[in-house]
């Protein structure tokens, strides 16, 4: 008889998994280029002297992932000619949009900001267009490629490599920059192309990833043939011709039915479950913006923020995205979630501390810890909770709707934090932002109610 295994153990046996282990390495390609048209680029952008504003500004570039649901429906149903037969539904759209964020990330490294914003402006939304389209097809597959029991450690795993990369995008690219102008005075573009075209490179991880792994086991293309030939049969009648009785019922199957079937799902409760889907980060996505700048301004070097975030960023992200896939495990998705907006709001405070404190390294290390850990444990029961609202016949559809509305909102309040760190400082901007997330608190209580212990089940 075989001694009994603690349940803390089973729960942690998930992660030995093969497409739980594959997670991380396709998280990192998703991960990578995020702060790169984002945080990584406002430090840059502030170091050629940009202005707050106008770096606040720019982080509208963001709203590409935002959205996303628009050409969704798009990576959901259409073949790629060629890369369809050879690589299957998803790994067709994963492989080119990483081989577009390549081009695009080498052709940012060309550009000087301070010479021409406009031209460099134009290849950060290219990089933003790929980088959501590969998150598209890239939230399908982890959907379909596990049972719903395994998707908190699919989302953990996930997690962990998309913060490795993000640190990778952030902390490395300001290692290379660092190194690369050594000795030098003032801003050096040479340092930034190095910078960017390294990370063009380390974005090898996600295509190798994308040739090695298989399509999802359950393929969601026969519900929806399915579908579609009910629909074609229904408007046979009523549409003369075949071409357009053709395109009704793929417009019907591929962009109306994934948005009525979540509403036909839960009812009116999907108001609230989209009104938390909202706003759940925005305390950090809203932050994030004036975080780069703010340690400039704050006199911290790129070596300093490198290395901090290099180091402690990455373990304690490790840590929090690890813990939130356990505790979604043992806990639940909602009680998770509760927490994760609990630390997330909380944990901004500290950059009002570090704004009193002043160029103080320790100090720093202990807020990018506590700011990274609050943040893997956010992530990971919100991903969970995300990805169980799908129904997998829809899944690219329906998780690029949920993904666009997180970012909606914030991304667009987000876009005047240079204006308002101009007009009230640092200190209010982060009081401010741990403020915002407090109604996040009570839809997370609301969507819990009959939602969750179903979800949960």
């Not at 590409?64 to 429906?73: D, I, L, M, R």
């Not at 400039?296 to 939130?324: C, H, N, P, Q, R």
């Not at 609050?374 to 329906?398: D, E, K």
């Amino acid at each position: 008889m075989k001694p009994a295994t603690h349940p803390w153990l089973n729960a942690l046996k998930v992660y030995t998994h093969p497409r739980v282990v594959g997670m991380l390495f396709l998280g990192f390609s998703s991960g990578l280029p995020l702060l790169l048209v984002l945080g990584t680029l406002s430090f840059w952008l502030r170091e050629a002297g940009i202005d707050r504003s106008t770096i606040g500004h720019l982080s509208w570039i963001g709203l590409a992932y935002g959205f996303k649901w628009v050409w969704a429906p798009l990576v959901d149903s259409l073949r790629l000619p060629v890369l369809h037969r050879w690589l299957g539904r998803r790994r067709s759209w994963l492989f080119i949009s990483q081989m577009a964020i390549v081009f695009g990330l080498w052709s940012l490294a060309q550009v000087d900001p301070a010479q021409n914003l406009d031209r460099l402006v134009q290849f950060a939304l290219l990089v933003a267009f790929a980088s959501a389209t590969q998150d598209i097809a890239m939230d399908a597959y982890r959907i379909e490629a596990v049972e719903v029991e395994k998707q908190g450690a699919m989302a953990a795993t996930y997690q962990a490599g998309y913060r490795i990369a993000m640190i990778t995008a952030g902390a490395g690219a300001l290692w290379i920059a660092a190194a690369a102008d050594a000795g030098s005075q003032g801003y050096q573009q040479s340092s930034w192309q190095m910078a960017y075209t390294v990370m063009a490179l380390l974005m090898a991880v996600g295509w190798v990833t994308t040739l090695l792994i298989r399509e999802p086991a359950v393929s969601a293309d026969k519900p929806l043939e399915t579908e579609e030939r009910r629909v074609e049969h229904d408007l046979e009648g009523r549409l003369g011709s075949a071409r357009w009785v053709r395109l009704m019922a793929w417009l019907d199957t591929a962009i109306v039915n994934p948005f009525v079937d979540f509403f036909r799902r839960y009812g009116w409760q999907a108001l609230v479950l989209l009104a938390l889907i909202a706003v759940y980060r925005i305390s950090d996505v809203v932050m994030g913006v004036m975080s780069n700048p703010f340690y400039v301004d704050m006199g911290f070097t790129k070596d300093e923020v490198a290395t901090v975030s290099k180091v402690y960023g990455v373990i304690m992200t490790i840590v929090g995205a690890t813990v939130g896939g356990v505790l979604t495990a043992r806990w639940g998705v909602m009680r998770t979630l509760f927490w994760g907006a609990v630390l997330s709001a909380g944990t901004n405070l500290l950059f009002v501390w570090l704004a009193g404190v002043g160029h103080d390294v320790s100090a720093l290390i202990f807020t990018v810890s506590a700011d990274n850990l609050s943040a893997g444990i956010a992530s990971s029961a919100f991903v969970a909770f995300l990805s169980g609202l799908t129904n997998r016949a829809y899944s690219a559809t329906q998780y690029a709707l949920f993904s666009s509305v997180m970012l909606l909102l914030p991304k667009f309040i987000a876009g005047f934090s240079g204006d308002f760190v101009d007009a009230y400082g640092y200190a209010a901007f982060f009081t401010f932002t741990a403020l915002i997330g407090l109604p996040v608190l009570l839809l997370v209580w609301l969507a819990g109610r009959g939602f969750g212990e179903k979800q949960d089940d």
